[in-house]
Nanobody
Framework: VQLQASGGGLVQAGGSLRLSCAAS????????MGWFRQTPGKEREFVAA????????YVADSVKGRGTISTDKAKNTVYLQMNSLKPEDAAVYYC?????????????????WGQGTLVTVSS
């Protein structure tokens, strides 16, 4: 499975952004697709995850109410919609995939990673 993230950019605080993660290769219904983010000097942080087959999502408290994860199976794409962006949301955002079927915020269960896309939030 290969993942390609896009959609980052510069946005004003309070604005919105939609990140996309295009997946190639076979993705099974029990796969978990997730988003993480990282700033310099800090560990990669879980943002949200979704079961590819549908239904279950898991959103970090830090973005709950502002972040929504979704999939478009026809396009083999996972989205992260971020609203009411804050300066502390600025980071490199990574999409990830896990074949283990566990809806988890733990970095180690994700076997597939895309390159990051940079989100900058101006105050």
């Amino acid at each position: 499975v290969q993942l390609q993230a896009s959609g980052g950019g510069l946005v004003q605080a309070g604005g919105s952004l939609r990140l996309s993660c295009a997946a190639s290769g076979r993705i099974f219904s029990n796969y978990i697709m997730g988003w993480f983010r990282q700033t310099p000097g800090k560990e990669r942080e879980f943002v949200a995850a979704i079961r590819w087959g549908g239904g279950s999502t898991y959103v970090a408290d830090s973005v709950k109410g502002r972040g929504t994860i979704s999939t478009d199976k026809a396009k083999n794409t996972v989205y992260l919609q971020m609203n009411s962006l804050k300066p502390e949301d600025a980071a490199v955002y990574y999409c990830a995939g896990s074949p283990y079927g566990i809806l988890s915020p733990t970095l180690g269960v994700y076997a597939y990673w895309g390159q990051g896309t940079l989100v900058t939030v101006s105050s």
